[in-house]
């Protein structure tokens, strides 16, 4: 018997998150934006991500870019003017590779 949300929506968006982890059939040009803690811009380059676009249903496209992974920082040093309490303590965080998805 069928479960709610089984059926071709769903089997098409498994198929395009596999796709993606595979390799995607297209790319998007964005550009890379690296901020300091005062939020002024360090570094700026342009970048090719990978993307699949996969049709869910007439006139309905999912596009799935692929995030590539990394590690950083999490949370705000004790010695930053107006820190939170709730901002720390600082740590690292590993994340891996993720797809991010929009409707269209």
Not at 28 to 37: K, Q
Not at 58 to 74: A, K, Q, S, Y
Not at 75 to 103: C, L, M, N, T, Y
Request: proline share 8%.
């Amino acid at each position: 018997s069928r479960r709610p949300g089984d059926g071709p929506t769903l089997h098409r968006y498994a198929e395009a998150r596999v796709q993606v982890q595979r390799m995607a059939d297209q790319h998007l040009s964005t550009e890379v934006i690296t901020l300091d803690a005062e939020g002024q811009i360090i570094e700026q380059y342009p970048k090719q991500c990978e993307y699949h676009r996969e049709n869910l249903a007439p006139e309905v496209d999912l596009d799935v870019m692929r995030i590539p992974g990394g590690d950083f920082t999490m949370g705000a040093p004790e010695q930053e003017k107006d820190r939170e309490v709730d901002e720390g303590p600082q740590h690292r965080v590993s994340v891996p590779d993720f797809g991010w998805g929009a409707i269209r």
